[in-house]
């Protein structure tokens, strides 16, 4: 079955550590984005990734960082400096902006700091 | 950043009724998506519209794509329970076309059996 992946579902970490979200695809996808859902609020664009080893930032990167070295993979790491950082975490593909804009979404990571 | 602004914000109807939720931009898109979300889960693609004045549906749901291409509705007929969850509208802009979409903040939908 193709699909993303994103691992694990519910996600604790403590104030001042950093932790790091999976998203893998078997889609064969050019693109990758990550987005940020708070409640009521629509979703917001952290990072995303049109190539290997190639990523610009989204809207709220700043807390965040991402590596794409992989074409399956583009995996998150929420820093000690995002001051925020509860919330739910979606990571989508697209095939390539060329070929239409329509995003593929994961089932989501919901990250608690506690 | 970029808004769209997608009304109404919440919804609660009956079963069976018709439904109708709409987003507009103040910038010119050349897509236009709509998607569903359930509780604890990623967006589902619903209809993807790509042209001005398109008219696309998928079994009971029709989405429009507005000429100005500024603006899009969404339409849910004979609403059933499971109809019940978030529905976003998403746009990308016209030029400088890097696949990223702009959100709207949602319409939750809950249906009354």
């Known amino acids: 079955d193709g699909g993303i992946t994103q691992s694990p579902k519910y996600l604790f970490r403590k104030e001042g550590q950093n932790v790091t979200l999976s998203c893998e695809q078997n889609?064969?996808?050019?693109?990758m984005y990550w987005y940020r859902q708070d409640p009521g609020q629509g979703l917001r664009l952290i990072y995303y990734?049109?190539?290997?080893?190639?990523?610009q930032k989204g809207d709220i990167a700043e807390g965040y960082s991402v590596s794409r070295e992989k074409k399956e993979s583009f995996p998150l790491t929420v820093t000690s400096a995002q001051k925020n950082p509860t919330a739910f975490y979606l990571c989508?593909?697209?095939?390539?902006?060329?070929?239409?804009?329509?995003?593929?979404f994961g089932p989501g990571t919901r990250l608690t700091v506690l | 950043g970029q808004q769209l602004n997608q009304s109404p914000q919440s919804m609660f109807i009956q079963e069976g009724e018709d439904v109708s939720m709409n987003c507009t931009s103040s910038?010119?898109?050349?897509?236009w998506l709509w998607y569903k979300q359930d509780p604890g889960e990623g967006p589902v693609l619903l209809i993807a519209?790509?042209?001005?004045?398109e008219l696309t549906s998928n079994g009971r749901l029709t989405a429009q794509f507005g000429i100005t291409r500024k603006d899009s509705f969404l339409n849910i007929s004979a609403s059933i329970p499971s109809d019940v969850g978030i529905y976003f509208c998403?746009?990308?802009?016209?030029?400088?076309?890097?696949?990223?979409?702009?959100f709207g903040q949602g319409t939750t939908l809950q249906v009354k059996p």
């Open positions: 989508a593909s697209n095939r390539g902006s060329y070929l239409g804009n329509e995003q593929f």
């Open positions: 889609l064969n996808h050019d693109a």
């Open positions: 990734s049109q190539i290997v080893n190639d990523f």
């Open positions: 910038s010119i898109f050349n897509t």
């Open positions: 519209l790509y042209k001005a004045g």
């Open positions: 998403a746009g990308s802009f016209l030029s400088g076309n890097t696949g990223k979409l702009i």
